[in-house]
């Protein structure tokens, strides 16, 4: 197990139930049965608060993490991007994340992409969301 992984996905701040949400997504992994749910206070295209529940291994847990804390105070279509580049990512555009939040960098590694499913997860449900 990487334990910088599991460090980012205990870091569970935004895991939670937002009751008055404006915008809802959730997503199942059919190859794994992970699931993930997200739930968005948006004001004037900008995301104000996020939360995210499921039932999911650790990456999909630490991509969620990492998303709720790049998505807050952000524009729609700044995290519609991040959500594409994150499957560029895995698209072969390794060097796409380089310059973003170093985070980001501890979960977008050639070494995990063998959990690529698991890590886009939250991205396509977000995606869902920041799409429309």
Sequence with gaps: ????????????????????????????????????????????????????????????????SILSKASINNRKDKIKKLCEDAKNFFEGNFDIFKKKNLSFNKLFKKKNFSRKECILLPFNALKKIVSN
């Excluded at 968005?40 to 939360?51: E, R, V």
């Design 1 to 64: 197990m990487d334990l910088e992984i599991l460090g980012i996905a205990s870091d569970s701040d935004n895991n939670k139930n937002i009751k008055n949400h404006t915008h809802y997504s959730k997503l199942k992994n059919s190859l794994c049965g992970d699931e993930v749910q997200i739930k968005l206070i948006i004001k004037k295209n900008k995301i104000i608060d996020f939360g995210y529940q499921g039932n999911s291994c650790i990456y999909c847990q630490a991509s969620a």
